[in-house]
């Protein structure tokens, strides 16, 4: 089954909310990569990195923060290939697996990333990032019940977690139960100082249970008349193919 690209980025937007696994113990230039990251500056961190890496090509570190600038850039495919150089020399490097599953995530490759996510989970069964992000995959492959037992899990040893409320909420939504995916988001999606992906999220259970007119609020909320109107398309869109 086709996905629609909005709820895809919905999903990727909601398990981002841990953020990536980052590399232990960085040593100081990689403190300045990280700052630079941090602040959107990924050219920066490029230049750190490649100061690094001309004296120590294996540093795991240094390429998995090249590959995040990478990503930054909208450079994916530099990117995959800086992950796959830190997973030759450390084939369990957390921020490596998770970063190179979310871009496979990102190209809907849905079973690659799913392959990353369970290969960080042998080893830390209970990482919530790599938890949430193979309950996206799993979600993204149309296996609903797999993925919304995932996020429940995470929900049983962590109730507030965010991350795991929302794609739960997504995945009820694109599994035929808006109405519930409706219940569990209006409180977060209605308060004043909720976010615009919250608001969206909410707006996409809304559509999918049949309430385009409030959706459509909710949305121009944050959005241009033009790209409301796109998201509505795309809901209904996914409404067909849920139905």
Not at 21 to 42: F, K, M, Y
Not at 53 to 65: E, F, I, K, W
Not at 178 to 203: I, K
Request: charged residues 20%; aromatic residues 2%; negative net charge.
């Amino acid at each position: 089954m086709n996905r629609n690209l909005w709820f895809v980025t919905l999903l990727l937007a909601s398990c981002s909310a841990h953020g990536p696994t980052s590399p232990q113990g960085a040593e100081p230039g990689l403190n300045v990569a990280d700052a630079a990251l941090q602040g959107g500056v990924p050219q920066t961190a490029l230049s750190v990195t490649a100061s690094i890496l001309r004296s120590h090509p294996d540093d795991v570190g240094a390429l998995v923060r090249e590959a995040t600038a990478l990503a930054q850039l909208n450079q994916p495919g530099a990117a995959m290939d800086s992950y796959r150089r830190a997973l030759a020399v450390d084939p369990a490097s957390p921020a490596a697996l998770i970063g190179l599953g979310r871009l496979d995530l990102a190209r809907g490759k849905a079973a690659e990333a799913e392959h990353s996510f369970t290969s960080r989970l042998t080893k830390e069964p209970e990482d919530k990032t790599a938890l949430n992000d193979l309950g996206v995959a799993l979600d993204l492959q149309g296996r609903h019940t797999e993925a919304q037992a995932i996020y429940r899990k995470i929900l049983d040893f962590s109730p507030d977690d965010q991350a795991a409320s929302v794609n739960l909420a997504l995945s009820l939504s694109l599994s035929g139960q808006a109405g519930q995916s409706v219940a569990m988001l209006r409180g977060p999606g209605s308060r004043p100082d909720a976010s615009p992906r919250v608001r969206q999220d909410l707006a996409m259970a809304l559509a999918l249970s049949g309430n385009q007119r409030e959706a459509e609020k909710l949305l121009l909320t944050d959005l241009s008349p033009s790209d409301a109107a796109a998201a509505l398309k795309g809901y209904q869109a996914l409404d067909a193919t849920i139905k």
